[in-house]
């Protein structure tokens, strides 16, 4: 039986009419190619994983042009919050860090940033009353962004901006999505989710608290992870709490960010210490972080006496060879490196032909084994882009 409603429908077509690539518009991008204009997307992460912080900097960004994360802005504007577990007093102490760092004016900022509040009870994108669906505030929070003028509106965090019974029902969250996603639409703000994820999360979409849904639903999805204590370890990191990482995303307009996308938490003095409180508040801040270039802080020298002593003897391309000492050990003994930074440079020479891969008979394990052999050429070039010369010595 058809699902009609006992009513007969009528439904049109329509066909794509011919209007030259170049009249087609952009997408309208708000923040780098992650957050549109008119449409939802959401940031997942464990709690305390950074997502707070990362997002008050998108929101400062939004504000003031500056690309304060490395992503373009590509229109400023306001910003309006709606906030479920931090007071205003709170947001305060994280917006007056970030400024603290990147240098803005606060009192400036603070000018662009509104809070949306329901005097009677908390904001609410979706309830369920008598087994359906509604949507109470949504026609207000709509007022209140063209009102403001928002740019960006960030919600934190996603599984207490409904009232609906069952969090993990699919149908019922893809609708609290949905109004998200058409009041995005209808105000013309980028919408920004902060969402949990699940115990045990392995740093992907699906890992998001609550229905898969969400994943489907909004348009674009990134989620955080931090950096482990097997990556601190081969990069030197004594504090890999600080370190974050774009671990997953759906990002269905755009090329995904690079796999090491990270981020890095640096803490800010407020400088409000009081008499009961000497200490004052320190907020943690949202950077980008790269690892450190192949080189960087190697001295010179170093760098030369490591090919010296690759010239010199025997080394192996591979880490696990038992009669011949790894390429990359010089780096680590020498040059400072970690053993992942080593790695990654034994790589690149070999890739680039700076070592060369060969064959040799060794004595001890009675086979041919292979080996590294400098390329002398190639070595001095990069000797002298750092202002060594004929230093490569036996």
Same mark, same amino acid.
């Given at each position: 039986?058809?699902?009609?409603?006992?009513?007969?429908?009528?439904?049109?077509?329509?066909?794509?009419?011919?209007?030259?690539?170049?009249?087609?518009?952009?997408?309208?991008?708000?923040?780098?190619?992650?957050?549109?204009?008119? @449409?939802?997307?959401?940031?997942?992460?464990?709690?305390?994983?950074?997502?707070?912080?990362?997002?008050?900097?998108?929101?400062?960004? %939004?504000?003031?042009?500056?690309?304060?994360?490395?992503?373009?802005?590509?229109?400023?504007?306001?910003?309006?919050?709606?906030?479920?577990?931090?007071?205003?007093? =709170?947001? &305060?102490?994280?917006?007056?860090?970030?400024?603290?760092?990147?240098?803005?004016?606060?009192? +400036?900022?603070?000018?662009?940033? &509104?809070?949306? &509040?329901?005097?009677?009870?908390?904001?609410?994108?979706?309830?369920?009353?008598?087994?359906? #669906? %509604?949507?109470?505030?949504?026609?207000?929070?709509?007022?209140?962004?063209?009102?403001?003028?928002?740019?960006?509106?960030?919600?934190?965090?996603?599984?207490?901006? &409904?009232?609906?019974?069952?969090?993990?029902?699919?149908?019922?969250?893809?609708?609290?999505?949905?109004?998200?996603?058409?009041?995005?639409?209808?105000?013309?703000?980028?919408?920004?989710?902060?969402?949990?994820?699940?115990?045990? @999360?392995?740093?992907?979409?699906?890992?998001?608290?609550?229905?898969?849904?969400?994943?489907?639903?909004?348009?674009?999805?990134?989620?955080? +992870?931090?950096? %482990?204590?097997? #990556?601190?370890?081969?990069?030197?990191?004594?504090?890999?709490?600080?370190?974050?990482?774009?671990?997953?995303?759906?990002?269905?307009?755009?090329?995904?960010?690079?796999?090491?996308?990270?981020?890095?938490?640096?803490?800010?003095?407020?400088?409000?210490?009081?008499? =009961?409180?000497?200490?004052?508040?320190?907020?943690?801040?949202?950077?980008?972080?790269?690892?450190?270039?192949?080189?960087?802080?190697?001295?010179?020298?170093?760098?030369?006496?490591?090919?010296?002593?690759?010239?010199? @003897?025997?080394?192996?391309?591979?880490?696990?060879?038992?009669?011949?000492?790894?390429?990359?050990?010089?780096?680590?003994?020498?040059?400072?490196?970690?053993?992942?930074?080593?790695?990654?440079?034994?790589?690149?020479?070999?890739?680039?032909?700076?070592?060369?891969?060969?064959?040799?008979?060794?004595?001890?394990?009675?086979? @041919?084994?292979?080996?590294?052999?400098?390329?002398?050429?190639?070595?001095?070039?990069?000797?002298?882009?750092?202002?060594?010369?004929?230093?490569?010595?036996?």
């Amino acid at each position: 039986m058809p699902d009609d409603g006992g009513y007969a429908r009528t439904l049109h077509r329509s066909k794509l009419e011919p209007i030259g690539a170049d009249r087609i518009p952009p997408r309208p991008w708000a923040y780098g190619s992650f957050l549109l204009f008119g @449409s939802a997307a959401v940031i997942g992460a464990v709690d305390g994983g950074g997502k707070g912080a990362i997002s008050v900097v998108m929101m400062l960004a %939004t504000i003031t042009g500056r690309p304060l994360l490395g992503e373009r802005i590509w229109r400023t504007g306001p910003v309006a919050i709606v906030s479920y577990e931090d007071d205003e007093t =709170e947001w &305060h102490r994280r917006i007056a860090a970030a400024c603290i760092h990147y240098q803005l004016d606060y009192d +400036a900022v603070l000018r662009s940033v &509104h809070f949306i &509040h329901n005097p009677s009870g908390r904001v609410s994108f979706a309830a369920s009353v008598d087994g359906f #669906v %509604t949507y109470p505030d949504g026609a207000a929070i709509i007022e209140q962004l063209k009102a403001i003028g928002a740019a960006m509106m960030l919600i934190d965090p996603f599984n207490h901006a &409904h009232n609906l019974d069952d969090g993990n029902n699919n149908a019922m969250i893809a609708k609290v999505a949905g109004e998200m996603s058409r009041i995005a639409r209808e105000s013309d703000a980028a919408v920004l989710v902060l969402h949990h994820l699940r115990k045990g @999360s392995a740093g992907n979409p699906d890992d998001l608290m609550g229905a898969t849904s969400l994943r489907a639903t909004f348009r674009s999805c990134r989620i955080l +992870a931090r950096m %482990t204590p097997e #990556v601190a370890e081969k990069m030197n990191i004594p504090d890999p709490w600080r370190y974050i990482r774009i671990a997953g995303s759906k990002e269905n307009y755009a090329p995904p960010p690079e796999k090491a996308s990270w981020f890095k938490l640096i803490g800010v003095p407020l400088n409000n210490a009081t008499a =009961e409180y000497p200490d004052g508040d320190e907020i943690g801040v949202a950077t980008v972080w790269q690892a450190r270039p192949m080189f960087e802080g190697m001295d010179a020298a170093a760098l030369a006496s490591v090919f010296s002593v690759l010239r010199r @003897s025997d080394h192996s391309p591979n880490k696990q060879a038992k009669h011949t000492p790894w390429a990359g050990k010089p780096l680590m003994d020498i040059g400072g490196r970690a053993e992942r930074e080593a790695s990654r440079i034994i790589a690149a020479w070999i890739e680039s032909g700076v070592l060369v891969k060969s064959k040799y008979y060794h004595d001890a394990s009675k086979h @041919s084994v292979e080996r590294v052999t400098v390329d002398d050429a190639k070595a001095a070039e990069i000797l002298a882009e750092i202002g060594v010369v004929n230093a490569l010595t036996d």
